[in-house]
C-alpha cells in the first residue's frame, strides 16, 4: 500500500514525528534540571565547607532588617541633602541678584568708572 492510498498513514507520520519533537524537549528540560540540580547541590557543598549555615535563623532575620534599615536611611539622609543643598542655592541665588540690583545702583553714582570688576560680570 502506497501513503497515498491510506490516509491515515500520513497523520500518523505526522504524530510519531510530533512524539519525537515531545521527547527531545523532554530530555533537555530534564538535562536543565538535572544540570540545576547539580549546581546547587555543589553551591550548598561549597556553602557547607565555607561553614555557612544554609538555615535562616534570627540573627539572619536581624541582619537583613538592619541591612533594609540601613539602605532606608541612607536614602532619606540623601534625600534631605538634596532639599538642603536646594534651600542653599535658592539663598544664594537671592543674593546674586540682590548683588546685581547693587551694582546697577552703583554704575549711576559714577558713571564714568570702570571697576575691574566689570569685565568678569560682562563675560558671566
Known amino acids: ?5 491510506n490516509p491515515s498513514l500520513p497523520h500518523l507520520h505526522n504524530l ?34 565555607d561553614g555557612i549555615d544554609l538555615e535562616e535563623d534570627d540573627h539572619d532575620r536581624a541582619f537583613t532588617q538592619l541591612s533594609l534599615d540601613t539602605v532606608y536611611a541612607s536614602h532619606a539622609a540623601a534625600h534631605n541633602r538634596v532639599l538642603q543643598y536646594t534651600k542653599l542655592l535658592m539663598l544664594l ?14 554704575r549711576y553714582v559714577m558713571p564714568e568708572y570702570k571697576s575691574r570688576w566689570c569685565l568678569n560680570l560682562q563675560e558671566s
Open 93 to 106: 541665588k537671592r543674593e546674586e541678584e540682590l548683588w546685581a540690583e547693587r551694582v546697577e545702583k552703583a
Open 1 to 5: 500500500m502506497s501513503s497515498s492510498s
Open 16 to 49: 510519531v514525528s510530533s512524539l519525537q519533537t515531545v521527547e527531545k524537549r523532554y530530555s533537555t528540560n530534564q538535562a536543565n534540571i538535572n544540570n540545576t540540580e547539580r549546581r546547587q547541590q555543589f553551591q550548598s557543598y561549597l556553602m557547607e565547607l
